[in-house]
């Protein structure tokens, strides 16, 4: 069975950094490129950042341009977020998701999520 | 960026009836277009890919159709579980995935 498990949430200031990471498992995580995707209270869905299976190609929303970084580790099984300078409208909750297949895919599998909370 | 944009935003349907939701790009796109579902407190669900192809495990209540600018998902006949929100999702412009606002299915 497929399981992304998130972690790392929690509350910040406006300002701080923090790292999510995500543990997969159930499926080869090498071979299955990657991505975060954010939903703020009682907001839609936002796309975040992109990774591709080797880690080599990488692409993220403007909103997340110059200020996070998506990571995997294969070795580990993990996918990271290292968000910086994080602002209000950063709070939001956390998914990463798995591409069904290589580049125009959907979004086959997610996480549970965590929580970031950004206020002073 | 392709805007999706979803409609209703809400709609109220009673039990065993068919519900029909609409998505509609700012661009066209040809079939590059999923659906999912998201209960409350559970992060979303794979219903359809490729506009119209079931993801597995999907009832098959559940029906997908359009292509280019104009999406469509039904559902044939409305149990209690399907009371959700609902987005749609290009990813035709990957990676730079974009989601309609979602459109949100009540009990009448």
């Known amino acids: 069975e497929v399981q992304l498990v998130e972690s790392g949430g929690g509350l910040v200031q406006p300002g701080e950094s923090l790292r999510l990471s995500c543990a997969a498992s159930?499926?080869?995580?090498?071979?299955?490129?990657m991505n975060w995707v954010r939903q703020a209270p009682g907001e839609g869905l936002e796309w975040i950042s992109f990774?591709?299976?080797?880690?080599?190609?990488?692409y993220y929303a403007d909103t997340a341009q110059g200020r996070f970084t998506i990571s995997r580790d294969n070795a580990k099984n993990s996918l990271y977020l290292e968000m910086n300078s994080l602002r209000a409208e950063d709070t939001a909750v956390y998914y990463c998701?798995?591409?069904?297949?290589?580049?125009?895919?959907?979004?086959?599998?997610w996480g549970q999520g965590t929580l970031v909370i950004v206020s002073s | 960026e392709i805007v999706m944009t979803q409609s209703p935003a809400t709609l109220s349907v009673s039990l065993g009836e068919r519900a029909t939701l609409s998505c509609r790009a700012s661009?066209?796109?040809?079939?590059?277009l999923a659906w999912y579902q998201q209960r409350p407190g559970q992060p979303p669900r794979l219903l359809i890919y490729?506009?119209?192809t079931r993801a597995t495990g999907v009832p098959a209540r559940f029906s997908g159709s359009g292509s280019g600018t104009e999406f469509t998902l039904t559902i044939s006949s409305l149990q209690s579980e399907d009371f959700a929100v609902y987005y749609c999702?290009?990813?035709?412009?990957?990676?730079?995935?974009?989601f309609g606002q979602g459109t949100k299915l009540d009990i009448k």
């Open positions: 998701a798995r591409l069904a297949g290589n580049g125009w895919s959907p979004l086959d599998h």
């Open positions: 661009q066209s796109f040809g079939d590059s």
């Open positions: 990774i591709s299976d080797t880690g080599k190609t990488i």
């Open positions: 159930g499926f080869t995580f090498s071979s299955y490129e």
């Open positions: 490729g506009a119209s």
């Open positions: 999702q290009q990813y035709y412009d990957w990676p730079l995935y974009t």
